[in-house]
């Protein structure tokens, strides 16, 4: 019986649009709209409602440190500036902390160079092995020798698969990659210590072009000699 039912050709509805005389309202307000529209209204008046209810049973003797560190400003919370939160020893132990990580990057990026170095150099290399061929006259040695330049050439231009010569190419760039951040790291790793040894006490002026010896790019900075006790 259904699929009788199903048989028979049904009527289209088409949603009403807006009417002439409402154009200036904008497109008429469908019933998926109207759900969306309300599920935000409702979620907006249950938060106003949670909120009330947390005023009304708050405890008028609680109290946490935030508090006395923080403001408001416009009606918004605002925490106070957090510039000397630390002292001078603890952004020395923190410098010093991340100079060792970067260090350690360094390190380790180094050690995987080498093996990958070393890896794509055994591929590259030819095999070392040799064989002697022994010739009873000039012209067997002739024929002996052309066969074997033969079947070097042949090694030399190498007929491995497409896989290995992509894999390889794949280990070129990575080489290179590494070599690269190598160079970053190491760079990062000059800026930290330098800036790790302005921060110590010390009087010191940085030198000017004319006082260089070797003129460069970065700052170079002199420290008075101070007598050791």
């Known amino acids: 019986m259904s699929s009788f039912k199903n048989a028979i050709p049904r009527r289209a509805h ?15 307000e469908k ?17 106003l409602q949670k909120l009330k209810e947390k005023a009304a049973f708050r405890n008028p003797d609680e109290f946490y440190f935030k508090m006395v560190k923080a403001k408001t400003v416009g009606g918004v ?3 106070e500036s957090q510039v ?38 055994s591929l590259d290399d030819q095999p070392s092995n040799r064989r002697v061929y022994y010739a009873e006259d000039r012209e067997e040695a002739e024929e002996l020798a052309s066969k074997a330049s033969k079947h070097s ?31 970053d790291l190491e760079k990062l790793y000059m800026d930290m210590v330098m800036q790790k040894e302005l921060q110590k ?29």
Do not use: C
């Not at 794949?170 to 290179?176: A, F, N, P, Q, V």
């Open 14 to 28: 088409k949603e009403r649009a807006q009417p002439q005389a409402r154009k200036k309202f904008g497109l008429l």
């Open 31 to 47: 019933h998926k709209d109207y759900v969306v529209r309300a599920t935000a209204f409702h979620k907006k008046e249950q938060t």
């Open 77 to 79: 919370h605002r925490l």
């Open 84 to 121: 000397n939160k630390y002292t001078q020893d603890e952004l020395m132990l923190m410098k010093t902390q991340d100079i060792g990580y970067i260090l350690q990057k360094v390190q380790s990026e180094k050690k995987k160079i080498e093996k990958l170095t070393a890896m794509l150099h």
């Open 153 to 183: 050439n042949l090694n030399a231009s190498g007929n491995l698969p497409s896989s290995i010569r992509r894999k390889t190419a794949t280990s070129y760039r990575e080489l290179e990659a590494r070599k690269s951040r190598v160079r």
């Open 201 to 229: 006490s010390g009087r010191k002026r940085r030198l000017r072009e004319e006082e260089l010896v070797n003129p460069t790019t970065k700052p170079v900075y002199k420290w008075r000699q101070e007598r050791k006790r």
